[in-house]
């Protein structure tokens, strides 16, 4: 994993960022699409938690990490002419205004290394974070069932909303909650706790059937729209995050504990092993 690494930090990247394609044998860039979404958004994620995860001694990470977010943030994030801050897709230096409900997580993942950011960055990432989550919540709110769609757009005049049918579907995703509990454990700002809440009630009223819970093939109908499956990552994330965020802090609390991108929990390896054998005590 330390090779492939290696071998990402040192190609050329385009505008610095990173496209989600690489091909295996020749060692080069496919095309060059650029995601915070689908097949693109856990690899930035990781830079930043393999930092973490390595009680803040795996230098090369962080350094790619914020580099990696500096480019996102100069050529992929864009504020709406209604205020909301989104982030978009790159397509060979044309962007694409539509942000996927798996980008989502990124309010989450900015929050989450502000404390770590260059000077004078941490309010800056700490705010940016808040505002992707602000969107996350439009995008829920602005639907029949108060659940977001799988992607949702920034133009024709629209904002925070599918626009087509093949991505009006809500499958039971994590990425908002996950926002949403990342936000509020580092500010306490009660209104994440509130969304958060609408989204239990509105899983509860919309997507709660005998066997279990169902995803929904249109979030804007007023009608019933079960897809009839129960996806793993509803038990393994949205509910667990879920869970963390209407529990106390000292619940594995973030300096201790980092949750990789299904939410599976692996510990902060510290590095000073008074810290640890005190902590034990």
């Not at 044998?25 to 856990?42: A, E, M, T």
């Not at 996102?72 to 409900?101: D, F, N, P, Q």
């Not at 706790?193 to 819970?213: D, F, I, Q």
């Amino acid at each position: 994993v330390m090779n492939i690494r290696t071998v990402l930090n040192n190609l050329e990247k385009p505008q610095g960022l990173y496209p989600n394609y690489l091909n295996p044998s020749s060692g080069q860039w496919g095309q060059h699409h650029v995601s915070v979404g689908g097949l693109g958004d856990s690899f930035y994620e990781y830079l930043l938690k393999a930092w973490l995860m390595s009680d803040k001694t795996d230098l090369e990470a962080k350094k790619m990490y914020f580099d990696a977010i500096q480019a996102i943030e100069t050529h992929l994030i864009r504020r709406s002419s209604g205020g909301l801050t989104y982030i978009a897709e790159w397509k060979g230096g044309l962007l694409e205004h539509k942000m996927g409900h798996l980008t989502c997580f990124a309010g989450g993942m900015f929050a989450l290394g502000a404390d770590g950011a260059p000077a004078g960055l941490a309010q800056h990432y700490l705010e940016l974070g808040a505002e992707i989550a602000r969107t996350c919540h439009e995008s829920y709110n602005r639907t029949y069932v108060k659940l977001g769609p799988e992607a949702f757009r920034f133009d024709g005049g629209v904002e925070a909303i599918a626009t087509r049918q093949n991505e009006k579907y809500y499958i039971l995703r994590p990425e908002v909650v996950e926002t949403y509990m990342y936000m509020w454990r580092l500010t306490h700002d009660p209104k994440y706790r509130k969304w958060a809440w609408e989204a239990v009630e509105a899983l509860e009223s919309y997507c709660k059937v005998n066997g279990g819970y169902s995803g929904l093939r249109d979030v804007y109908a007023r009608h019933e729209s079960y897809d009839d499956v129960q996806q793993s990552f509803f038990l393994a994330e949205t509910l667990k995050y879920l869970y963390v965020l209407f529990s106390d802090d000292d619940l594995l609390p973030l300096e201790h504990w980092v949750f990789n991108t299904e939410a599976h929990l692996l510990p902060v390896l510290r590095t000073d092993k008074k810290a640890v054998e005190a902590h034990d005590k």
